[in-house]
């Protein structure tokens, strides 16, 4: 169950989609003074070597974030998280990419807190050790899905949970379904962001069905497709052309700001600029 690694992936498509999402979300909390709570139930190990082996094997993040990342032509909603990914390569060389918790402890303010949950026992290890000492970060070897349970609601009561399962078991779709209505129920003020891949375009349209069906109002829905579903130049069937993110309660004209986001990241990552992004109201209010 936990052979994924994410260090084959770092810095992929996809994972330039959530993150630069991630970061408009972490800056709509902070446009408020009062302090929020970030929970990420997939953590991950943080931070990413893309000189490692792991990483050099299929070097996914070369059709990733290789292509953006010193672009000077960027929208003004990629650049904060541009400038992170270019902080932490200051030669000019990508070698290290951050993960969603390193994004996130980038944006955090003095008063705000984030909880990360990582079931992997190495990538657990590494993550605990990068955040040693760190009063604002708690690093717990746990489900992500008994978290929900653990740590909502935050005593802040305003905050963000990211769920980025690495769906390598069946019925991944369905337990997320199910755990974002139980966590909506004890929390239901709370922006959730739901991370899912688009290999099989089937279980995405039965996975809306069954988000929209537990009665959670306002789920914005984002897609990026990286290349055609059909046709000659298709991926092979179940290997991911895209991805996806449903926003639970997300922040004011979120919907506005993502649609020319998303349309710029197409064009760059997208095989010859023949994907497509979507902006769409999954439930309205
Ligand atoms: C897609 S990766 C996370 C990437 C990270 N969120 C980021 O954006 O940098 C998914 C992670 O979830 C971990 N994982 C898998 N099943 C889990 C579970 N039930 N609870 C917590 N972590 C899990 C995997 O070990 C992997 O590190």
Sequence with gaps: MLSYRHLFHAGNFADVFKHALLVRLLAA???????????????????????????????????????????????????????????????????????????ARALLRPGDRMV??????????ELAEHFAGDRQVQVRRMDGFEALGAFLPPQERRGLVLIDSSFDRAGEFARIAAALAGAYRRWATGVYAVWYPIAAPPAVRRF?????ETGIRRILQLELTVAPERGADAPPAGRMHGCGMLVVNPPWRLDEEAGPLLDWLRGALAQDGRGASAVRWLVPE
């Design 116 to 125: 990360l949950a990582e079931l992997n026992r190495a990538d657990f290890a």
């Design 208 to 212: 809306e069905r069954e988000v929209a």
């Design 29 to 103: 909390l902070a446009r408020k003074a009062k302090p929020y709570c970030y929970l990420d139930t997939h953590a991950g190990t943080g931070r990413y070597d893309l000189a490692h082996a792991w990483a050099q094997k299929a070097r996914e993040f070369e059709h990733g974030i290789a292509r953006v990342w010193q672009r000077a032509d960027v929208p003004a909603a990629l650049a904060e998280y541009l400038a992170l990914v270019r902080a932490g390569n200051p030669d000019g060389v990508l070698r290290r990419y951050p993960g969603s918790p390193c994004i």
